[in-house]
């Protein structure tokens, strides 16, 4: 496993932007596909984008355009910028990495989870 630590959320007005930030330590984060998650209150999980190993990306369709995902392998980091959000977009996000060269959008191919970071969105 790899863990897993993400950092960037907090409170927005709607329209604002965050960049959330997922570190890796004690493991080269390059190695594996990432995945950001999220969950709403009262919500399940849902997939928001992925990173596959050799940097091609995977975007849920609604959110395509506002949340874009990155990796900077020199720091070990996957980034996930998020523009223009709304209310709807408050929720507790996880990164997560898979031995999976591809991001895929099931959280069960997922081994490594975050603690997650809290987006708050306000209207």
């Known amino acids: 496993q790899v863990p897993l630590v993400e950092s960037g959320g907090g409170l927005v007005q709607a329209g604002g932007s965050l960049r959330l930030s997922c570190v890796a330590s004690r493991r080269t984060l390059s190695n594996y596909a990432v995945a950001w998650f999220r969950q709403p209150p009262g919500k399940e999980r849902e997939f928001v984008a992925g990173?596959?190993?050799?940097?091609?990306?995977t975007e849920d369709a609604e959110l395509k355009g506002r949340f874009i995902i990155s990796r900077d392998n020199a720091v070990n980091v996957v980034y996930l910028q998020m523009m223009n959000l709304k209310p709807e977009d408050t929720a507790i996000y996880y990164c997560?990495?898979?031995?999976?060269?591809?991001?895929?959008?099931?959280?069960?191919?997922?081994?490594?989870w975050g603690q997650g970071t809290q987006v708050t969105v306000s209207s």
């Open positions: 997560a990495a898979t031995n999976l060269v591809l991001a895929v959008k099931s959280a069960n191919e997922y081994r490594s």
């Open positions: 990173i596959s190993v050799s940097g091609g990306r």
